[in-house]
């Protein structure tokens, strides 16, 4: 697997989120007995996303929705990072915007999955490879099912 990063370093705007990770039915929320659910969530999603002018999910947003909670529970288990608090943010019906006790939690997750991405591309450099400074510039497909990826580095090529 490769990774392809336009920048010098990975991370993107991801690095910079100061609120949290959304997420509706997490483990986070079960133990602080929050009620919320992917339903819910998606019908703020929608509503948000509208104005308030519907209530009704579109495709795009269920899926975050839907995703969420293993998303969030994943990053706590696997990664060994800290969720334990929720906030409820403007458009939440429920508390659902996870983070820890941290200043910034966008980079304390994107840094996580880096670093342990970095370790597995160290560790099996046959298997996982990142590439800074590159630009994909074409997607490749097969029966409509993308295949791979055309990109060129910094340097041309």
């Not at 100061?18 to 929608?46: C, L, M, R, V």
């Not at 996303?49 to 975050?64: D, F, H, M, N």
């Not at 939440?92 to 996870?98: D, L, N």
Request: aromatic fraction near 6%; charged fraction near 30%; hydrophobic fraction near 30%.
């Amino acid at each position: 697997m490769v990774l392809v990063e336009r920048n010098p370093f990975c991370g993107g705007n991801s690095t910079k989120a100061t609120s949290g990770i959304n997420g509706a039915e997490t483990q986070t929320q079960k133990k602080k007995g929050i009620p919320d659910t992917i339903e819910t969530f998606k019908k703020d999603i929608f509503k948000s996303s509208t104005s308030g002018k519907a209530e009704t999910p579109y495709a795009l947003g269920g899926v975050l929705a839907e995703e969420s909670k293993p998303a969030i529970d994943w990053l706590i288990n696997a990664f060994d990072l800290d969720l334990s608090l929720v906030s409820r943010l403007g458009g939440h019906s429920e508390p659902r915007t996870h983070r820890g006790k941290e200043r910034f939690p966008g980079m304390t997750i994107t840094y996580a999955l880096m670093e342990k991405f970095e370790k597995l591309c160290k560790e099996q450099p046959d298997r996982a490879r990142i590439l800074t400074k590159s630009k994909v510039t074409e997607l490749t497909a097969e029966n409509g099912v993308v295949t791979g990826v055309k990109y060129v580095t910094k340097d041309g090529k």
